[in-house]
Each structure stands twice: as structure tokens, then as C-alpha cells.
């Protein structure tokens, strides 16, 4: 990946635990968004930060976002078997086109 | 809701051969993009399309070129196929100056053997 790491870059955990990504980023952003791609398909937008935002939450999501580490981080509570798939973050700068520069991808787990 | 259409979605080509992905963005959506995401990779930026014209470009090959047309689908067209191309190749939308939000189609599967 360009920009953009993740971590972890798996994890496995059981229903009704939480669940929390990790992301980072290189460059000043205008937003942060995570996407959800189950195996082999689209990816699905999940929630959306902007820059001058700190935390934002969604049902079960909750993103928080901190510009001064260049990091945010995606909690999922209470997951469910269905949350199984890989978590992208995903960063726009802004620029021209507002194209999407994707982390590597945390794949999540989920035991029944 | 209407979403994100490509077609093929599954695609097996020979080396050296030529490959033509289509999309079709949601209705009055104005702006696409294209994305490559090898195996166990993420996607990476290709290009994008506002109102018909290129308005960014990433890491595309020379090989590779795209258009949108006058009914805002768009064509990614692929020559001089690698083994290298074999990859997830998604197209998303948004409209410009409402969402930063993109949506994207359910990908084409391109194999090249």
C-alpha cells in the first residue's frame, strides 16, 4: 500500500466481543472512511470521519480519529458471526478526483 | 436502490490479449473511479472520471486507458494483457460535491492466463 497501514492485519474473536482496527495514514486528509469487503466482492462503505472530527459513531461502529498521529481506529461492538470479512480504511486528501488510497486491510474473524 | 453495475464479472484472458470492463454508476451519479486490488492486496487507485473528463490519474499502466461516455458509464480497456493484471478491478461512484462517500460496484474478475 502506498499510505495507509493497518493492524492488526488479522483477528479472530468470539460473538458478542468487541472488535477494534487500527489504521494509519502519511499524508494531511480531508476525511478518513472504512469500508467493509466481504471475501471476493465489493467493498461497502461503513462510516465517514472528516479531519475535524475526533469520534464518530454509527450503530454498533465507533471511529475515532487522530490527526496529530495520523491514525484512526474502528470499534465494533457486540459483533456477530455476519461482521466476518476485511476492514479497509481508506483516506481522501482532498485532491483533485478525491480518489481513495486504501490501507492494507484487517481480515476479521468472527467464531460463532 | 439502483447500484453500481460492471460487466463482465468474471473475465479470462490469454496473454498478450485485450480486455474491456464496463460500468455503469448509479443514476446522476457524476464521477468514477476505477481501482485494481490484487490477490490479498488492497485496492489501489487507476483512474477517475468527472462530467466525461479525467480528473485524476493514479498507477495505471500506458497499456491501460479508459473513458466515461455521454451516459456516464465508463470503459476500462486493457491491452497487451499481463499475468500480472489478474486482479479484482472495481469501479465506484459518487456525486461530486454532495458525499465524499464512494459506492462501488461488485467488481470484475480478470484472469489472465
Known amino acids: 500500500s502506498q499510505q495507509g497501514e493497518e493492524d492488526p492485519q488479522a483477528l479472530s474473536i468470539q460473538e458478542g466481543e468487541n472488535a477494534t482496527m487500527n489504521c494509519s495514514y502519511k499524508?494531511?486528509?480531508?476525511?478518513l472512511q472504512w469500508y467493509r469487503q466481504n471475501s471476493g466482492r465489493g467493498l461497502v462503505h461503513l462510516i465517514l470521519?472528516?479531519?475535524?472530527?475526533r469520534e464518530k459513531h454509527s450503530g454498533r461502529l465507533r471511529v475515532t480519529l487522530d490527526t496529530s498521529k495520523k491514525s484512526s481506529s474502528l470499534l465494533i461492538t457486540a459483533s456477530r458471526a455476519a461482521d466476518t470479512a476485511s476492514y479497509f480504511c481508506?483516506?481522501?486528501?482532498?485532491?483533485?478526483?478525491?480518489?481513495?488510497?486504501f490501507g492494507e486491510g484487517t481480515q476479521l474473524t468472527v467464531n460463532p | 436502490a439502483a447500484g453500481v453495475i460492471q460487466s463482465p464479472r468474471h473475465l479470462i484472458k490469454e496473454k498478450r490479449e485485450t480486455a474491456t470492463l464496463k460500468c455503469y454508476p448509479i443514476?446522476?451519479?457524476?464521477?468514477v473511479y476505477w481501482y485494481q486490488q490484487g490477490p490479498g492486496q488492497d485496492p489501489q487507485f487507476l483512474i477517475s472520471?468527472?462530467?466525461?473528463?479525467?480528473?485524476d490519474k493514479g498507477s495505471i499502466p500506458d497499456r491501460f486507458s479508459a473513458q466515461q461516455f455521454s451516459d456516464y458509464h465508463s470503459e476500462l480497456n486493457m491491452s497487451s494483457l499481463e499475468l500480472g493484471d489478474s486482479a479484482l478491478y472495481f469501479c465506484?461512484?459518487?456525486?461530486?460535491?454532495?458525499?465524499?462517500?464512494?459506492?462501488f460496484g461488485p467488481g470484475t474478475r480478470l484472469t489472465v492466463t
Open positions: 465506484a461512484s459518487r456525486v461530486a460535491g454532495t458525499s465524499y462517500e464512494q459506492y
Open positions: 499524508t494531511s486528509i480531508n476525511n
Open positions: 470521519i472528516r479531519s475535524n472530527e
Open positions: 481508506a483516506t481522501d486528501h482532498g485532491t483533485s478526483g478525491s480518489r481513495l488510497t
Open positions: 443514476p446522476r451519479h457524476d464521477t
Open positions: 472520471f468527472y462530467e466525461k473528463m479525467q480528473s
